[in-house]
């Protein structure tokens, strides 16, 4: 029955959440809204006793993606005029007592999850919900993927810095500059 | 007890959000954000199948997902700074030629 209650409280903001992402103008706001999901999304996963991926979810998402999001809004620094500007204003307020009402179930979610309170057998349990199986798992059946992660993530990175790179003004981009696009 | 349908039509609803911003806005900022969206609810579908069938496999796939999203992030904001210094605009209405 907790374990309900928790799923609907944490469903119900996900998909507020959701929306508020989709629907903002401001983009900052939309950024801040993102990890709010995020982190709730973590807890759903926590709720399903997958607990290292609701820690990777908050440490990778909503650590690092999001925070990557928010640099680049704030690079581009976009005028009102180029977002047509947001009629959604949202106080301070709000957005701190939603973020605090996020923290409590989320907390109640890792509480109320976890082998006590599911009827799952131990066997399965010490299986699914385990961060060393998880270990084995990766590092055992799953270690050709899991490295070829890794040159992914290199070549990611080698192409972000060339694509973002300064390129000398030529005659093109001047020609682009004048309006041709 | 929760069952998996309930966690399905959560994903089904936050899917259908991100694929809402993707179709809909015409920044492409927000249509990044629809894309990390729709990533994390195949990952609430993954996680859920992983719970319903005590498999670890479904736990081990969202960690694939959440690095391709990592680098689909990186490289997608690249391409938004790239895009945004030579046109001075990331409004897609504004972005109709193909060419370089």
Redesign the interface.
């Known amino acids: 029955m907790g374990e309900l209650i928790v799923f609907y409280s944490l469903a119900a903001l996900i998909c507020a959440c959701s929306v508020a992402v989709v629907t903002f103008r401001n983009p900052v706001a939309a950024a801040i809204f993102l990890v709010l999901d995020l982190f709730l999304i973590a807890g759903v996963y926590a709720l399903q006793n997958a607990h290292f991926v609701a820690a990777v979810q908050v440490i990778v998402y909503a650590g690092a993606i999001v925070v990557l999001f928010l640099f680049v809004i704030m690079l581009l620094n976009l005028t009102p005029n180029d977002l047509r500007h947001s009629r959604h204003k949202v106080p301070e307020y709000m957005v701190m007592l939603v973020l605090a009402v996020t923290c409590v179930i989320v907390g109640i979610a890792l509480l109320v999850s976890g082998p006590s309170g599911v009827d799952k057998t131990k066997d399965v349990l010490d299986k699914i919900g385990n961060t060393e199986a998880i270990g084995i798992e990766l590092f055992a059946n799953y270690i050709w993927p899991f490295e070829l992660a890794s040159i992914l993530i290199l070549l990611a990175i080698i192409a972000s810095i060339v694509i973002a790179k300064k390129d000398k003004p030529t005659g093109l981009l001047k020609q682009n500059k004048k309006g041709v696009f | ?2 069952s998996i349908e ?2 399905l039509i ?1 994903a089904t ?2 899917f259908f ?2 694929m ?2 993707v179709l809909f ?1 015409r ?1 492409i ?2 249509m ?3 894309i ?2 729709m990533l ?1 609810a195949v ?2 579908v993954f ?2 199948a ?2 319903e069938l ?4 479904g ?2 796939m ?3 997902v ?6 689909e ?3 997608g ?6 895009i ?8 897609t209405d ?4 193909l060419r370089g």
Request: glycine residues 6%.
């Open positions: 007890m929760v309930h966690y959560l609803v936050v959000c991100g809402f911003a806005r920044n900022i927000f990044m954000m629809g990390e969206l994390n990952n609430i996680v859920s992983s719970n005590g498999h670890l496999d736990q081990i969202v960690f694939f959440v690095t391709v999203a990592a680098c992030a990186a490289i904001l690249a391409m938004v700074i790239a945004f210094r030579r046109y001075g605009t990331i409004n504004f972005l109709r030629v």
